[in-house]
């Protein structure tokens, strides 16, 4: 069947950049685009208008956990001082005795759940970090049922972070763990590439610069070279790291990386904020930005996770002008790709302290084309004959936007997921008119309120102090 798309800004590729085509269309049949431009005169078998709206490349989501969704993240207010905004470590790791019960992931419901969240903001194409866990099939099945593209694998690592009674950090080592791990990974990277009627690609997630060894850190390159998968790792993600690696390694997290081959074009690294010369470092030594631009590596930014700890990458213009390839993730909750877009261009005017930093431009490529690269594809993140037919409409036609001249810029600088009107990926309708079609919303949220009730019962079980969720992290105000 042969879909018309008429109307509103089209966001085309010209193959070398996108440029918007006013009142322009795109044509699509099954999962390729075959048409983007002013005027398709040739018998077409559905139109659909979208006047007002701007016709966008879905977007490309690089870092994302639906293992860790909306219950989890509204538990991840630091309240840990003495960690340094080390994020995850703070709010996430358990105590030894209750690790039983913590962060217990749901395919059917809480995965599900993300899976469609970040759906519903623009995202066609989404990796995944280790939401396979350790049973991969259910996992498989419910993103083929969701409909989303996805790049996806387990992660592993030899450290299982814990919390002792007083709220110490503790690195359990494991040798024996990492290997086992990879071996699975490597498993399920080969088994389900190309699965889900090939909108599931595969990946290795190795966990962390400090919670890997250098040894299995060199046997993933060589694994994911023998098996042609990418790889992303988490790098420079927080104080705890950096200082662990530096006290270990006497180098910082990026220097480590480097000095045993791990950088190149086909890895990606997560975050990377605490680079070497970052103000709260205090270590304006050597030059972690042009090891990673001069490896061809890229880079998956997370706005929101960091501002939410009172921290910005330094910055986002910077590292685009080292050469470095950027791409944008969603992460933390709530996961709106576009909010992120947005977020990511005012944390680089901050951080730069201009305000010409942090260009709408720029941003929404990240989104489309930095993703694409960054997965070593060039027939997703934009819109032209042949590239895959994954495309998210939002709608500018509103009050919160007013008059619209650059639909970019509007887009950057207020639109959120809420404006996104419909959702292509695959050639296949997945959200219309604002509703994702392959389930009853309701009925879901009905389904994920109960289980964030189950996973806030459950802190006591695992959280250092013991105490209620409540205690933990108080709410906004008493409520009765
Ligand atoms: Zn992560």
Request: glycine letters at 10%; one cysteine or more.
């Amino acid at each position: 069947m042969k879909t018309l798309l008429k109307g509103g800004y089209v966001v085309g590729f010209n193959g070398k950049e996108h440029e918007i085509i006013k009142d322009g269309v795109v044509v699509f049949e099954r999962d390729r685009v075959e048409f983007v431009g002013k005027e398709y005169s040739q018998p077409v078998d559905k139109t659909i208008d979208a006047k007002g709206c701007l016709v966008s490349p879905g977007f490309i989501d690089t870092h994302f956990h639906s293992g860790i969704n909306a219950s989890d993240y509204l538990l991840s207010d630091a309240n840990k001082l003495d960690y340094f905004a080390s994020n995850y470590l703070a709010h996430g790791a358990p105590t030894r005795e209750g690790a039983k019960h913590a962060h217990l992931k749901d395919v059917d419901v809480g995965q599900r759940f993300s899976l469609i969240h970040v759906l519903k903001s623009g995202v066609t194409t989404t990796l995944d970090i280790g939401g396979t866990g350790m049973n991969p099939e259910p996992y498989v099945t419910m993103v083929d049922e969701v409909g989303i593209r996805c790049y996806a694998g387990p992660s592993y690592k030899n450290v299982s972070f814990f919390q002792d009674g007083d709220g110490r950090l503790e690195y359990d080592w494991n040798d024996g763990r990492g290997s086992e791990g990879l071996k699975h990974a490597v498993e399920f990277a080969k088994k389900f590439n190309g699965a889900c009627n090939g909108r599931m690609n595969t990946m290795l997630f190795p966990g962390h610069v400090d919670s890997c060894t250098p040894a299995l850190l060199k046997d993933t390159r060589k694994a994911a070279k023998e098996i042609g998968v990418r790889v992303q790792i988490h790098a420079t993600i927080n104080l705890f790291e950096f200082h662990t690696v530096m006290q270990r390694e006497r180098c910082t997290p990026i220097e480590l990386l480097q000095k045993i081959g791990f950088l190149d074009p086909e890895v990606s690294l997560s975050h990377c904020i605490f680079i070497s010369g970052h103000s709260w470092l205090s270590y304006p030594y050597g030059d972690d930005l042009k090891i990673i631009a001069d490896s061809g590596a890229s880079v998956a930014y997370s706005p929101l996770k960091y501002l939410k700890l009172g921290i910005v990458m330094e910055s986002f213009d910077k590292y685009l002008k080292a050469g470095i390839n950027m791409g944008i993730g969603t992460d933390t909750f709530p996961k709106d790709i576009i909010s992120d877009m947005r977020y990511a261009s005012i944390a680089s005017k901050v951080a730069e302290k201009s305000f010409v930093a942090g260009h709408p431009r720029d941003v929404f490529n990240a989104a489309t084309l930095g993703g694409a690269k960054l997965v070593g594809r060039d027939d997703i993140g934009r819109l032209q004959k042949g590239a895959k037919a994954d495309i998210t409409i939002i709608n500018l036609k509103d009050i919160a936007f007013g008059a619209v001249r650059d639909p970019i810029k509007s887009l950057v600088e207020t639109a959120v997921s809420r404006d996104v009107r419909t959702v292509i990926v695959d050639g296949e309708t997945l959200v219309d008119n604002g509703k994702y079609l392959r389930l009853n919303e309701d009925e879901l949220l009905e389904k994920v309120q109960a289980k964030g009730e189950q996973v806030w019962d459950s802190v006591p079980k695992w959280h250092w102090t013991g105490k209620s969720v409540d205690e933990v992290v108080p709410p906004a105000f008493k409520i009765k």
